[in-house]
Nanobody, 115 residues
Framework: QVQLVESGGGLVQPGGSLRLSCAAT????????MAWYRQAPGKQRELVAG???????NYDDSVKGRFAISRDNAKNTVYLQMNSLKPEDTAVYYC?????????WGQGTQVTVSS
């Protein structure tokens, strides 16, 4: 069974930064694609950023140049560095692991951008 535990969310002012972390249990972390999604109130969950097992990254256009996804395979952890945060980035952020026929989710961490 895979468990994903997010941390690092909180309240930040516009223009500020946060770093989210997601620690994964289970074996062979290095081979699985990881991603961060977010869901704002009243909206569908959307992909924010993804990283393959080989380290290739992709981003939603709304966060390009501001967010950076990375992974530390020795620690079974994926990160999301968020800079120049905007009020529209406010959402619950979820970590996800793609195992082909199965996708695992964390419990989510709240990010609120407000003055």
């Amino acid at each position: 069974q895979v468990q994903l535990v997010e941390s690092g969310g909180g309240l930040v002012q516009p223009g500020g930064s946060l770093r989210l972390s997601c620690a994964a249990t289970g074996s062979r972390f290095i081979i699985y694609d990881m991603a961060w999604y977010r869901q704002a109130p009243g909206k569908q969950r959307e992909l924010v950023a993804g990283i393959t097992g080989g380290g290739r990254t992709n981003y939603d256009d709304s966060v390009k140049g501001r967010f950076a996804i990375s992974r530390d395979n020795a620690k079974n952890t994926v990160y999301l560095q968020m800079n120049s945060l905007k009020p529209e980035d406010t959402a619950v952020y979820y970590c996800s692991q793609d195992r082909g026929s199965l996708r695992y989710w964390g419990q989510g961490t709240q990010v609120t951008v407000s003055s």
